[in-house]
């Protein structure tokens, strides 16, 4: 990557200390020149060769005939009608012999060697499968188009998108109360989100990613980005759609892809909060590693409060990322905010 106050700019690194790279279709670029060039002769020669109806010529010996005005002239013919001619002569047309019948077959390979230097499939570039199988199409798009374009993106993310955000960050700053309770710049969280390459087969895509979060190979996060889609705001638009109060789509969705879980959600749903209010049932069906670090986490989040080390708002948002609700947490800001914790049940639960 080579960087300047106002731009920068991203290719793949082939030896250390290189600053700057190559095209990756520099080398296919000459090609495509001479592609147009021979689309355009051909088409000349075509054209050439229609213009010219018919030629008139003669099986007689070799003479040596007078000039005349009338040599070499045009004769218009009318259309349908028998046409007369000395003894001797012919009328024939023009036989082109410019090999237009391999146009095709050039243009195809051509558009084959630019296409190995971009990675890319035949198929796009041609605009056409015609020549190829489903099987074959689908192989292409996974292991070479789908590969490439993952690389592509995680060049743009590392060298082009994460600077900008930078730069952004560091105007940002100088803006009041923007980034008020927000940490240091190198650890703010953040994801880009790309648009998905869509599936080729529907069925066979939404089984795969089943099959994926269902043995924990990945999680329904990790399955919305992958189409370019923000997994909670998606939650957040259902929720909305259907009138029901926040979180409830995704218990609904949580309970469909692991119906085991169903009474345990119900139990959560249910359970009483520490100040009588009703909770989420943060500590319910998880193990006791996850239970003492979620301890540790509100204890240090309450601390730091306390101490005037982070925002109210900070503090709230830490909590709610741990699980618990609203009441909840109203009532441990509440006590923590004269600087410590004085109501014996709520400190219990962060001791």
Not at 42 to 57: G, P, Q, S
Not at 99 to 125: D, T, V
Not at 176 to 182: A, E, F, N, S, T
Not at 217 to 240: H, K, P, V, W
């Amino acid at each position: 990557m080579a960087a300047t106050p106002s731009a920068c700019t991203g290719f793949r690194r082939r030896r250390p200390g290189q600053i700057r790279g190559v095209p990756r279709a520099a080398s296919g670029l000459p090609l495509l020149a001479i592609m147009r060039r021979y689309e355009l002769a051909t088409a000349l020669a075509a054209e050439d060769i229609a213009n010219r109806a018919t030629v008139m010529r003669t099986n007689a010996s070799s003479v040596s005939p007078a000039e005349s005005p009338a040599d070499f002239a045009s004769i218009e013919l009318r259309r349908n009608a028998t046409t007369i001619l000395p003894e001797g002569w012919d009328l024939t047309q023009v036989k082109p012999e410019h090999p237009a019948q391999s146009l095709e077959m050039f243009i195809r390979q051509l558009l084959m060697h630019f296409c190995r230097s971009m990675n890319f499939p035949y198929g796009l570039a041609a605009g056409t499968s015609k020549d190829s199988n489903f099987s074959s199409h689908k192989g292409d798009i996974r292991n070479l188009w789908q590969s490439e374009v993952w690389v592509e993106q995680e060049i743009l993310e590392c060298q082009v998108l994460d600077v900008i955000f930078r730069w952004f960050l560091e105007d940002a700053v100088f803006v009041p109360g923007l980034l008020d309770g927000m940490p240091s710049i190198d650890d703010i969280g953040h994801a880009w989100f790309w648009d998905g390459i869509p599936p080729l087969d529907e069925t066979d895509a939404t089984n795969a990613a089943q099959t994926r979060v269902s043995t924990g190979q990945s999680t329904l996060l990790d399955e919305y980005a992958a189409n370019g889609r923000d997994f909670e705001a998606a939650m957040a638009r259902a929720d909305a759609s259907f009138g029901l109060t926040p979180g409830t789509y995704k218990r609904a969705v949580l309970i469909a892809q692991f119906p085991h879980l169903a009474d345990g959600a119900a139990m959560q749903a249910a359970s009483p909060a520490v100040s009588g209010g009703a909770t989420g049932g943060e500590y319910t069906e998880i193990s006791q590693r996850a239970f003492n670090n979620n301890q540790r986490r509100i204890r240090s989040t309450l601390k730091q409060f306390a101490a005037g080390d982070i925002t109210e708002t900070m503090a709230r948002v830490t909590l709610r990322t741990i699980g618990l609700d609203a009441a909840t947490i109203d009532d441990l800001i509440a006590d923590a905010g004269d600087g410590s914790i004085d109501n014996p049940e709520l400190a219990e639960a962060v001791e």
